[in-house]
């Protein structure tokens, strides 16, 4: 149930965040063209609070269904307006004011990207290094070559320094190539080019650890199985286990690394394990219980103990990422330009149907990766409430009726026919948007649902 709460406020904080930005996008263009702004809302439906400020006493409130917001202008196709208010109403502004008002949604969405980005390029992320682990056997990787502790140093021909690095090159040359090049460099310094078929996820999608369907996995170095830091209030504590203490076995079975302890002790909730511990030159026998924690929906065990060489094995399998200023601001934009050219694209090739459609994602795959990235950590949420805000804009200027990116094409047509659409066409257009949209979140409800019972 904690669990539960916590991916709910991670994706309530996200939801929320990107709504604001969004309609105040809306806000403040309308505002500086001159339009009079009735209500600011975060939801939808029955105000909860709400309150008004400003000379145009406009109201800023939050209402009981919050999966949206709106920005409600005056505006004659919706209702009576005063005499006084008549040149300030919507739809009375130049088409070229409209276009600024409708486009500052999205518009405010890439800008916080571009922000978030921004800032984690100039304080600088700590990342995984692309080390590879020993490929799974009869996997993609296996038969491309790929070796346990290989460092990939290029994804066809562009230099990666990160782990997500990779994955976001693979990602986009799998769209179009089958057979991807990786040069890596082993532990003897030898380099090679190892070719990668990454046909296998290009159908079921690159949702989840799509990697590790490729064989692909992040390099354990091998630690022997010796205490570090023992947790207070701990059940390794409560029975007495120290910092220093090797473990030779458990429950008569021997203990080869680190690995293989945390894996008995992950499926062993509640249960007592019997511990041969080598403390100080002496054998010794003591039983240790791990305590039941709740890990996205599993149950697993804990006993609240660290890898003595964990700060070794941390150096060699992490590196800080950061830039100045100005190269920081360059890449932040790169980064969120070629997210959005690629999310355009893979819509593209869904509706052609060279992509599957389970790479859609509804509301509940939305929460459950919210919460992975607040407990990964500040970056990756950060990471993650940017790429959603790209996510975001990019869907919201697709040319759907009742989207920003509808009435955009609207008033195109406006434009080149030099006057508005009539009122019978926007009426069939906004049943259409309506029918399309219902149409996409049935596939993202359904896929959430597959990936709720496919775990």
Known sequence: MSDFLYYLAAFALVLGILVVVHEFGHYLVARWVGVKVLRFSVGFGRPLWSKRLGADGTEWAIAAFPLGGYVKMVDE????????????????????????????????????????????FWHGTEEFKPLLGAPVVASAAAAAGLEDGELVLKVAGE????????????????????????????????????????????QLGWDGDALARLGLGLYRPHLPAVFGTVSGNSAAADAGLRSGDVVLGVDGQAIDSWADFVRIVRRSPGKPLALNLL?????????????????????????????????????ALMVTISYGPLVALTKAVVETWEKSTFTLLMIGKMITGEVSWRNISGPVTIADYAGRSARLGLDYYIKFLALVSISLGVLNLLPIPILDGGHLLYYLVEIIKRGPVSERSMEIGQKIGMALLFMLMAFAFYNDINRLFSG
């Open 77 to 120: 196709r919706e209702g009576e307006v005063a005499v006084e208010d008549l040149p300030r109403s919507f739809n009375r502004q130049p088409v070229l004011s409209r276009i600024l008002i409708v486009a500052a949604g999205p518009a405010a969405n890439f800008l916080l990207a571009i922000v978030l980005y921004w800032g984690l």
């Open 159 to 202: 230099k990666v320094q990160t782990w997500q690095d990779m994955r976001w090159l693979l990602l986009q040359r799998a769209v179009d190539q089958d057979l991807i090049d990786l040069e890596v460099i082993n532990a003897r310094n030898e380099i090679s080019i190892r070719r990668l078929d990454v046909s296998p996820v290009r």
């Open 279 to 315: 403390r100080d030159g002496q054998r010794m026998a003591i039983t240790v219980t791990p305590a039941a924690v709740d890990e996205q929906g599993q149950e697993i065990g804990r006993i609240g103990v660290a890898v003595s060489d964990g700060d070794r094995s941390h150096a």
